[in-house]
């Protein structure tokens, strides 16, 4: 199934859980920050960030339904659909841009490469960047699934879900050449509960656009 055809259809029924690492993000950016949210979903990021007093937002998606979802629920959120594969704003525009949850929805390096690329572009000189995202594991459900769909992507760490979207879990030196271009700030690896209700590792990478 299509990725967006997939997010499309289950948009109102998805809870997404990964925790927002908060505390340190509001160290490093301040309230008056102009933040965009790439592949925000239904906008719950943006949202604690709204109530934790930062209101110069805006969130992109290319999933109709998500925003859609996003704009009944919370209203007084800017959220917009992704028409366009490159991110459709000025160079140097944000303080700070947040990437939750989303490489793992991009099975080709050269994709993930072009994201990056283009979220440096739309970041000021020195501005933040943060993702959050999903890294191998070794339990036997997860090795079982690489090893099924390895031939079929050509890439260790993409399978697909039974109801039918396609997922990567990375390997930490595929993720630190893709942040290599930002000065690190933060980088942790934690355990995750996935939408789906399950452990994984993860990592939150907090990083700043070289000046």
């Known amino acids: 199934m299509e990725q967006k055809v997939y997010w499309d259809k289950v948009a109102d029924k998805k809870e997404f859980s990964t925790p927002f690492q908060l505390d340190i993000f509001q160290h490093i950016v301040s309230k008056e920050a102009k933040i965009l949210d790439v592949g925000c979903g239904y906008g719950r990021t943006l949202r604690q960030l709204y109530k934790n007093e930062y209101y110069n937002l805006i969130g992109v998606d290319f999933s109709h339904k998500m925003i859609s979802r996003g704009k009944e629920q919370y209203p007084y959120l800017d959220l917009r659909v992704k028409t366009e594969k490159n991110l459709e704003f000025e160079d140097n525009t944000f303080d700070a841009v947040i990437l ?10 050269s994709e993930q490469v072009q994201l990056l690329k283009e979220i440096e572009r739309v970041l000021k000189p020195g501005g933040v960047i943060y993702i959050n995202d999903f890294l191998l ?34 390997d930490i ?5 893709c942040i290599k271009p930002f000065d690190k ?20 990478f907090l990083g700043s656009k070289k000046s």
């Open 173 to 177: 030196p595929w993720i630190e050449q």
């Open 185 to 204: 700030v933060v980088f942790e690896k934690v355990t995750y509960i996935t939408m789906n209700g399950n452990k994984s590792n993860g990592f939150y």
């Open 100 to 109: 939750f949850a989303v490489l793992t929805c991009i099975v080709e390096d």
């Open 137 to 170: 594991n070794e339990d036997q459900r997860n090795l079982k699934r690489y090893k099924e769909f390895e031939n079929k992507y050509q890439k260790y760490g993409v399978f697909e879900l039974p109801e039918g979207a396609v997922v990567r879990h990375h």
